[in-house]
Antibody, heavy 121, light 110 residues
Framework: EVQLVESGGGSAQPGRSLRLSCAAS????????MHWVRQAPGKGLEWVSG????????GYADSVKGRFSISRDNAKNSLYLQMNSLRAEDTALYYCAKGVYYDLGSGFASWGQGTLVTVSS | QSALTQPASVSGSPGQSITISCTGT?????????VSWYQQHPGKAPKLMIYDVSKRPSGVSNRFSGSKSGNTASLTISGLQAADEADYYCDSYTSSTTLVFGGGTKLTVL
């Protein structure tokens, strides 16, 4: 059974940083792209960032480009999201999601339960 | 990265069929066969229902089907059940090497 467990969320002041982690199990981690998707309270889904199976290809939403950085450690079956220069509008539940394929070109086959990030002064 | 366009809400009676549309551009929906659909119940994580326009993951009921024409993709749910009441989101790969979601559609089963 696929399991994705996010951690690292919490409260941060605007301008500060947080690092999210996602521990994956139940599948061959380095066979799939991985993504971060967020959902602000009461709002819809927003793709944040994705990374291919071999880390060769990454992508970012315009809203986070230059501030967030995605990475993965296939030896540890882990996905990360370094979030810098946080803004109030980054407040959301952040989901770790397993890609359908090895590249960024398709959707999200499995989802974690999310970790909440709150940015407020 | 403009969001794909979905109707805010749709409704149907048990046993009926409904269709949710997802409209984009030639740079996303129309340019790639990489449209997916997700079901999200309140307080739960989304669940993949359709990928690559019309493929169903293992375990998803065949009452759910997907299609695409031009820049518009569609999700059809037949034999509507009370358990289908949820929010539905589409997404697509884009020419900018990104993914973009629709705004979501609330399905009400009357």
């Amino acid at each position: 059974e696929v399991q994705l467990v996010e951690s690292g969320g919490g409260s941060a002041q605007p301008g500060r940083s947080l690092r999210l982690s996602c521990a994956a199990s139940g599948f061959t981690f380095d066979d799939y792209a991985m993504h971060w998707v967020r959902q602000a309270p009461g709002k819809g889904l927003e793709w944040v960032s994705g990374i291919s199976w071999d880390s060769d290809s990454t992508g970012y939403a315009d809203s986070v480009k230059g501030r967030f950085s995605i990475s993965r450690d296939n030896a540890k079956n882990s996905l990360y999201l370094q979030m810098n220069s946080l803004r109030a509008e980054d407040t959301a539940l952040y989901y770790c999601a397993k890609g359908v394929y090895y590249d960024l070109g398709s959707g999200f086959a499995s989802w974690g339960q999310g970790t909440l990030v709150t940015v407020s002064s | 990265q403009s969001a794909l366009t979905q109707p805010a809400s749709v409704s149907g009676s048990p046993g009926q069929s409904i269709t949710i549309s997802c409209t984009g551009t030639s740079s996303d929906v129309g340019g790639y066969n990489s449209v997916s659909w997700y079901q999200q119940h309140p307080g739960k994580a989304p669940k993949l229902m359709i990928y690559d326009v019309s493929k169903r993951p293992s375990g998803v009921s065949n009452r759910f089907s997907g299609s695409k024409s031009g820049n518009t993709a569609s999700l059809t749910i037949s034999g509507l059940q009370a358990a289908d009441e949820a929010d539905y989101y589409c997404d697509s790969y884009t020419s900018s090497t990104t993914l973009v979601f629709g705004g979501g559609t609330k399905l009400t089963v009357l």
